[in-house]
């Protein structure tokens, strides 16, 4: 069956890196669309980051752009989010999820079919 298991959230000061890992079993990973979502508490999931399954293009919720960075190695099956500049209001648990040839609305987590459990990440300020 398919399973996406996130890796590398933790505690950092404002300011600081982590950089995330979203290993994915059980299906052909080149052909998927990956997402980056979030969800701190007592508020909604939203959309963070994202990378198309054909060609690699990306697109970032605007108060990530520039800090973040999603990509993906098809041959190690992974994606990645990089983080850069953390801020306290990033403090959330962190999941990603994959979409199967997703082209067109790829912030809309109802496009997802596979999630990962989450990981967490907290920004001290």
């Known amino acids: 069956q398919v399973q996406l298991v996130e890796s590398g959230g933790g505690l950092v000061q404002a300011g600081g890196s982590l950089r995330l890992s979203c290993a994915a079993s059980?299906?052909?990973?080149?052909?998927?669309?990956m997402g980056w979502f979030r969800q701190a508490p007592g508020k909604e999931r939203e959309f963070v980051a994202a990378?198309?399954?054909?060609?690699?293009?990306?697109i970032y919720l605007d108060s990530v752009k520039g800090r973040f960075t999603i990509s993906r190695d098809n041959a190690k099956n992974t994606a990645y989010l990089q983080m850069n500049n953390l801020k306290p209001e990033d403090t959330a648990v962190y999941y990603c999820?994959?979409?199967?040839?997703?082209?067109?609305?790829?912030?809309?987590?109802?496009?997802?079919?596979?999630w990962g459990q989450g990981t967490q990440v907290t920004v001290s300020s």
């Open positions: 999820a994959a979409a199967y040839k997703l082209s067109v609305d790829l912030v809309s987590g109802k496009r997802y079919a596979y």
């Open positions: 059980g299906l052909t990973f080149s052909l998927y669309t």
């Open positions: 990378i198309r399954w054909s060609g690699g293009s990306t």
